[in-house]
Each structure stands twice: as structure tokens, then as C-alpha cells.
């Protein structure tokens, strides 16, 4: 059994439709690799040692593949002219899992592996910069930490034990963000952290590079099986024994300087589906900084990066000047990447999600697969490249989720009630829809409030992959940090879940389960309103609407009657339902069930005469009145099915639907 397969330098032992075996993050690495897109060289374990793991051990498995691994790394040493484990020029790889179907944020990355003390002065004295050493080896100590030696918070309230220790070091210098620590602060973290690791888990940081390249590949086959893992594959009807893949790839550094940054884009708006290139970027920063969201990003292009100004409020003279888009701060590069996207989305026909890095002005890519997207995505994008002449008709139809449709018919806020509501504060309109309920900050909590029957927003800070449980039953997803790109907005689309984020205003505090906005306190239970198309929150509810429907979805519903051999008829008993039932495609109506027209108004009293009469007499001057009803009733069902077929059935009345449920009644 082959077990690992090579790939870099525009060759590939795998290709796009080995997905089974190789993962889509692995099948299309090699597939990028073979079609001329840069990317790092680097190898991947097949998902059939993912299951072999499960069944026989860790152990068992490191000796099956261990000759396989090593023979694979000295492929890529060759490749990139460095040595995995040398202090001089020592060689560096990233750790990444990839199922055969995107689970996003679902399994675990480590990146910069293979430093130590000693290989951290080598890098630094090879750049030039020592300062990008050690940041690197920073990450990688607090990557390895959380991913490898779980070092999570010790309860729900507290925050990240590395992030504490960073926000003690940052404090003592006076500093905001990552960025402005310098080299002795970043050596002090390092030492600061590898001593955490020693007092929470008793043992030192590995300093081989081999045991931590073990310990990360063995991490990944671990997280397959982790609750949140095991999660969502329940929620997708994803089978246990597909397994994860693991990648193992050369380093690529966004965080090498000014010349440098790492993203990540979509060829397609995700949320709309609207035709037009879209990402966030970081500058001297590194891939998790984008989708974790401890920074906001800034846009790629400059048509995304005016949006965003628009919805903050940010005048274009500031945007320019502050929060430049990679168009116009590294024009080469944004060049490449836009030509990059469009290869890549004419190459696989749908909308991609790319990952990029660009390493002193040199554009890599690290990942392209089939997006996330919401309904009303789903729906356009498919009827878009139809048009577009990309995808044939039946292509577009087998592209469309039936599940996914249900979002189209969620409701959306009353215009009139929305402009009487109280906004509270304006974040990234991350994933479309209206959403009101009780403010709740924990995922535990947010499963507990549902099963009580109570509808909820969750509130964070920033989202992880732990919180997906309550994010699976909220009704919509608020946080403080993060981007059109951070892992909130990309789990809330393929949920079709609606999602505001980036509300830097926010100051929440998990402790007391309070979030603080200019002097103005709410508590968990409060409730809040999420306008997701808009990034806007208002304080209290928000009254809704039913939503309406586009033309690309009747397009869509044409399209599926002319290849259909099912037809469906609708169960329909007012001339309303009727209506509805023929505007989303019914060609009849398989039962009209005449006593449920009777529930409205002055027909019930009618219907309840007639049941109560006590002898013949009284039911006919009943069945006088209902009569007219009844007649005004179908003249609207025929009308609105127009020639189609319905079944009626003669009126049977149980009693139970009738009598009053209380006194007054």
C-alpha cells in the first residue's frame, strides 16, 4: 500500500480526482502543482493510514509509514536546498489536516515545525532577520502548545494561557498588536511560554525536530476523532471511516517584513454569490492570523476595500492611507493573484476558497477548494456560470444542495420595524439573513438554552472550532474580531447560519457574561437583532418578514422541471397555501382537506354552529352560512393552480380541531 505522495516543483504523484485517498486539500495541491500555480513542494499520508491509526494504534502506524516519511522530506529538502533538523540551514514545514470534503476549521495546523533553540539563530542569521525568527518560533511554540500538547484554557471563562501570557508581555511594553513587539520581547514569549508548557503538561517542549514532526502528524489523525470533529461529521453525514489526510509542506513565510502577507480570497462572493474576487489580507503575519481573527484584515482589492470603508463608516482619504487594499499595496502581487484565482476558477468551474502567501514579493499558494457558501450563493453562482457557459445545465443542477434551499425561505426584518430599531453597533456583514434572540457567550450554554425551547445569538469574542455546538443551534453568530474570511463567517455560510463580524466596538467579558458598548451593558439573556447583509445590531427585537425570492431561483425551478421524473403536489387547503405551493413549482394539489378552511375568523363560529345544532334544521341554517365560504375558497384554489389537478376530500370534521382549548372560547 502506498502510503505517501510527493509533490512540488510543478510535478505530483497525485491528482485532483484522487480525493478519497488523498484529501481535497492534498488531490488539489498536487492538481496545482501539475497545472503550472505555485506552490511549496511538500507530501501527503493518505486518509487509508488515518483509519489504519484509528484501528491499530499510533505506534504500529509510525513504523508502517516512518521509512515512507522520511524518504518523502528528502524530497522536499532537495527541492527547497535546505535540511529538515540542520542548525544552519534548517528546513521548515507546516502541518495541515484535509479530509476528502472541507471541514472547515474542523482539524488543527501547526506551522514553522522543525524549530528549536538552536535552528531559530540559523534562520535568523540566513534572513537577515532575526526578528522574523523568532516570531516564527513564537507561533510555532504556542501552534505545537495548543494543537499538539493541549494547551486549552483550564475553564470556559478563561482566556488562552498563551494569549495571557502575550497580553502580559504586550502590557509591560506598552504595545497593541503582535506586530510592534521586538526581538528580545519575542524571546522572552518564547522562554515565557516553553515554561507554561513545562507547568501545565510536566514535560519540556520537544526540542527534535523529527518527535515533533510525529507528534503534529499523529495530532492530526487525532483531531479526527475529537468531539467537534465527530460534531460535524454528524451534522454533515460525514462517515467515520473517510478519515483525514495530513500535509506536510514547506514553509512559506507571510511574516518575513513589509514585502510579505499571507490571505485568503474567494473568486466568488460567499455569501451572495455575486461575481466578483473577494479576500482579506494581513501583512507580515502568517495564514491562522487571517481566519482566526486576532487581526482584522484588510481587503485585496481596492472595490472591496471601498465597500468595507462604506460599511465602517471610513472616509476614502483614511481607507488609503490606513487600510490600503494589496492592490494598491503590493500591486505585482495582487496581479498575480487575480490571474492565479481566474486560471484556477475556469480549471476546476466553481467558485474556489484559496489560502496564499507571499514571501518577499513571491506569491504561493497553499490551498484551492470548492467554497462555502450560502443558499442564495449557491443558487446564483450555479445559474452564473451556466450563463457564463462554464457548466451545462444539468452540472448546474446537481450543483445545488436541496437542503441548502431552506435558507431562501428564512424570514428577513420588517422594513418598516428595522428602520424604527435601535441600532447598537456595525460589524462585516459576514453571512446574509435576519436573526433575533438572548444574548449567550458559550457553546455549552447555547445547546442548553435550544433544548429549552429559547432561540439564541451567540456572542464572541472570536470563534474556534469548540464552539460549533452552539453555534450549530444559534439562530446567528456576533463577534468582535475577525474578517469576511475568520472562521465564524466561513462555518456560519456553510451553515447558512446569519453572521456579523469584525464588531471591534464590542468589549465582552466572559466572566460576567457581559458585552459593553459605549457605557451601554447587556447581560446574557438579553436580546439583540443580526442584520447579516448589512453588518448592522440592533438592542432588543426586531419584527420579520417573509422572504422573497430572486430570479436566478425560478430560473433554477424551471430548469429542474424540464429534467425532473418526480413531480410533486402540494397539500394546500386556502387559496393562499395554494398559491405559494404553485409559485415554488407544485403541479397540483394531492390533498385539499376541506374542513381545514374552516380555522379563520367568523368560519369557525360557523363550523362550531354547525356541530352544536341540535337536529336537522339547525345544520342546514349552519351549512348556509359555511356554504359561501366555502364556494369563495375554491374559485381562489382553481385560480391559483390554473388547470392543475386537486384532490379534495369531502368535509370530515374532527371534533377536537373545533371546541374551544378554554373557557372564554
Known sequence: MKSVYTFGNGKAEGRSDMKNLLGGKGANLAEMNLIGVPVPPGFTITTEVCTAYNKEGKDAVVKLIKADVEKAMAHVENLMGTKFGDAKNPLLVSVRSGARVSMPGMMDTVLNLGLTDEAVEGIAKKSGNPRFAWDSYRRFVQMYGDVVLGMKPKSKEDIDPFEEVMDEVKKQKGVKNDTELEVEDLKLLVKKFKAAVKERTGKDFPDSPWEQLWGAICAVFDSWMNERAIYYRRMNQIPEE??????????????????SATG???TRDAATGEDIFNGEYLINAQGEDVVAGIRTPQQITIEGSRRWAALQGISEEERASKYPSLEEAMPACAKDLIETQQKLEDYFKDMQD???????????LLQTRN?????????????DLLHQGMIDEKTALKRIEPNKLDELLHPVFDKVAEKQAKVWVKGLPASPGAATGQIVFFADDA???HADGKKIVMVRIETSPEDLAGMAVAEGILTARGGMTSHAAVVARGMGKCCV????ALNIDYKNRTVEIDGVVLKEGDYISLNGSTGVVYNGKVETQAAELSGDFAELMTLADKYTRLQVRTNADTPHDAEVARNFGAVGIGLCRTEHMFFEGEKIKAMREMILAENAEGRRKALAKILPYQQEDFK????????CPVTVRLLDPPLHEFVPHDLKG
Open 636 to 643: 381562489g384554489i382553481f385560480k391559483a393552480m390554473a388547470g
Open 264 to 266: 485568503v480570497a474567494f
Open 501 to 504: 463580524s469584525g464588531a471591534g
Open 354 to 364: 484559496l489560502e496564499f502567501t507571499i514571501q518577499d514579493g513571491k506569491l504561493w
Open 447 to 449: 445547546a442548553k438554552w
Open 371 to 383: 467554497g462555502k457558501r450560502t443558499g442564495a450563493a449557491m443558487v446564483k453562482i450555479a445559474i
Open 242 to 259: 473517510w478519515g483525514t489526510a495530513v500535509n506536510v509542506q514547506a514553509m512559506v513565510f507571510g511574516n518575513m517584513g513589509e514585502t
